[in-house]
């Protein structure tokens, strides 16, 4: 426990620096290696890093209709009811976020609109291997479903049987998804930015993923005419901000579920209350007894820090600089603080507000800017399936009202032609 | 002049591919290189690169507010008369996009919002040197203005005498712009992107630039912590689709106003209309006759096409593919078509709506996606001076009602911490 007030200005950077992440030129090169496979061998590369990464028996890379509904069959009626509930609090709050086109009379006969069209086709990578993770299978399906892309493409890496889990496919079946993949990793990013014989190339490519896809994903992005990514990944991370009137067990709750995600994960307790922060070590010394991943979250907690602040005030400020990406507000009216604390990706406001309710089920999406991208990136909503672009309309008596500022303002910039194209109009226009 | 379904598939691959952008390792090399240099020596390396590329004698990057109100009182009325009315469309236009708070009840007890709250700190970057732009100042400063970030950060590299053009501060003036720094290129990038002991860094960069800004800006927003860009860049293009019912003096025209841009601007026009390509061709020569550009329009032009289609649903089809910047439709009844041409950047409808017209006046932003990035990225708009971040407040109630769905998915996933933070909370809470 350490005291804000207390450390010098070098001792408060390091407190809240983010553990480094892995970018070795190595690692790059590796993945480079894998993007120029997949452009010159197609599907024959893909099926081949996964055979050798997943699944050696693996022939077919795409589930049929059939074989998504046949696992997704398999799946117990508990997980169904549960990724239902998920899905209908999901649907709600992105179903809310639909844009809609906005038309403007600039000026006299100037008629100038902002339309929104879903992308045509977007890739959702889903994390796999030894993990199921339908949760965020629905946190990419639902939006996509909602903003109508039509082509909505689904890749994960198998299981040692060339199998994805039958909560997921019954994620992609609920959400509409007819096109699944196969396949994970560097090779399946590298398929739909590209494009394969199998897999057509999409516009923009979504989810989270270990340091190869994340490497993948910045390197395809890159590529002239390359697809858009997501946003930036980095470790998972929370930010609790408590006074006394928080319950100690709920905090250490809240501490010891974002630091289970990883050994880099990263979390740090704010709080003007010393018994609490004191209670709170207490708590999670008793509760990790009973956890399963305890070692991730010993490893994990080493790295991270419970800091007493002079106040509330002060406790705001130090998160207004690290930026988390989920902030959890445990003191009474914390409704109130929300315009303070706003550089956060997720905020969990009050006592019975779990950081691991927004994981799930709360609606909200749990795809947020973390490594303190709060700051430049925006958490993942409907809009994000969508492309934005503009249309423009001017009639001959518009076109006369902006003449004199296009034909100034084109000549001031050296562009004559420019002015010409309004001139010539204004002359011959019948 | 071609026809289009006598072309093989190669040939009208070829057609419309994008002139090749310069990407080498050796500009690769030096932006780094610049940027390292920026991150090691602060306001002292952007002022020596400013002092070698731009001006020799200049020893202050930052104008003053009194410098700024100096400049700008020296512009010409016609001009500023020009940019107030181009300031009104483009206010109007941007104002009408304020983005709204989203708050849904999800399930009983369980209430999420989407917020919008504005980058704290914006960097727009204005190209320099010899052209003078304050059309791209407008575009950018506006919907920052509307936005309201609280800094606003505008770049430009001097002219010989250190100084920024009258247009470009009256602009900056009238977007309450109060830091206007004396720099561009690389270095300018460096400085937004790391800060420096004057100029404090931003969240996300805009704004166009040469090949250098262009690779500066991909390589600082791949930094760990690294700021946000607004798009990829590319050279401009204008695809143009017509029919008899065109002027061939005003298709012509619109050609040419994209041609001079650049050497690498590429043009392209569609018609079903023999006639009609025919006399564009012969127009394009006669209006080159009297153009000040006409070598720089002639170069990009040898690289562009006029394509003979066999109907407008096959323009059509062809726009979709090649995904233009600036899509102009010249065609009666033409605002029907624009759900099947979406694929753009901004689209110009009907005789009357030049290019240019977006380029200053209409209203719409003119940073748009270029190089086929159509089909990917967004036209810039004001959402894209905010980000989003979701809010959830649950009550114990709203808890209780989510908590088998939170549980059961925290089990799947083998995260029985995320589970407990539930649990622990119905079980103690109170």
Known sequence: MKQWNLLSSIEQQQLLARPAQAQSASLQQQVAAIIDAVAQNGDAAVLQYTQQFDCESLRKLRYSAEEIAEQAAKLEPSVRAAIDKAYSTIAAFH?????????????????????????????????GGTAVLPSTALM??????????????????????GELSPALMYVAQKCGIT?????????????????????????????????????A????????????IDMPAGPSELLVIADDSA???FVAADLLSQAEHGVDSQVILLSPSAKLLQATAEAIEQQLAILPRAAT??????????????????AF????????????????????????VNLAGSVFIGHFTPESGGD????????????????????????????????????KAGLSELADAIITLAETEGLRAHARAVSIRLEEGS
Chains 1, 2 share one sequence.
Do not use: M, W
């Open 360 to 395: 799930y089920a709360t609606g909200t999406n749990h795809v947020l800017p973390t490594y303190g991208f709060a700051r430049n990136y925006s958490s993942l909503g409907l809009l994000d399936f969508y492309r934005r672009f503009t249309t423009q309309q001017v009639s």
């Open 140 to 161: 990419l399906g639902v939006p996509a479903q909602i903003a109508n892309n039509p082509r909505r493409v689904l890749v994960s890496p198998p299981d040692k049987n």
């Open 95 to 127: 179903q809310a976020q639909k844009p809609k086109d906005i038309t403007v009379e600039t000026a006299p006969g100037v008629v100038c609109t902002q339309r929104f069209a879903p992308l045509d086709a977007v890739g959702l990578y889903i994390p």
């Open 317 to 340: 400020a130090i998160s207004q600089r690290y930026a988390p990406e989920h902030l959890s507000l445990q003191f009474d009216k914390a409704d109130e603080a929300v315009e303070q």
């Open 297 to 314: 979250a010993r490893q994990a907690l080493a790295s991270s820090a419970l800091i007493q602040t002079r106040d509330l005030a002060e």
């Open 217 to 228: 994903k910045q390197q395809v992005a890159q590529l002239p005419g390359g697809p858009a």
């Open 179 to 215: 096109e699944v993949y196969r396949c994970g990793g560097a090779q399946a990013i590298a398929a739909l930015a590209l494009g394969t014989e199998s897999i057509a190339p999409v516009a923009k490519i979504y989810g989270p993923g270990n340091s190869y896809v994340t490497a």
């Open 247 to 249: 319950n100690p067990s």
